[in-house]
């Protein structure tokens, strides 16, 4: 059975750092891309970060860029996102997702963990 457990998440003052974790069971995460979504009450499900199954690439939204770091150490079944220079507007559940290639969509991920709360205060 697969399953992809966020951890991390947590209240935090604007400008801070958070750095959000998934662990995998059941599948080895160095065969798939991987990434990181979120969601507002209310809204889609949007695109944060993602990262190919090499490690070689990694993709962000342009919101995030410069702020967000995705990373996954080799010797690890985990996927991480360092969250930087931390905003109000980035406050949302966030989701790691796996699947065969690294697009921005929600359509080309297989496996869903459950989410993780991130609040941004100002």
């Known amino acids: 059975q697969v399953q992809l457990v966020e951890s991390g998440g947590g209240l935090v003052q604007a400008g801070g750092s958070l750095r959000l974790s998934c662990v995998a069971s059941?599948?080895?995460?160095?065969?798939?891309?991987m990434a990181w979504f979120r969601q507002t009450p209310g809204k889609e499900r949007d695109f944060v970060a993602s990262i190919n199954w090499s490690s070689v690439s990694t993709y962000y939204a342009d919101s995030v860029k410069g702020r967000f770091t995705i990373s996954r150490p080799n010797a690890k079944n985990t996927v991480y996102l360092q969250m930087n220079s931390l905003k109000p507007e980035d406050t949302a559940v966030y989701y790691c997702?796996?699947?065969?290639?690294?697009?921005?969509?929600?359509?080309?991920?297989?496996?869903w963990g459950q989410g993780t709360q991130v609040t941004v205060s100002s």
């Open positions: 059941g599948l080895t995460l160095r065969s798939y891309a």
């Open positions: 997702a796996a699947g065969v290639v690294p697009i921005p969509t929600i359509s080309g991920y297989d496996y």
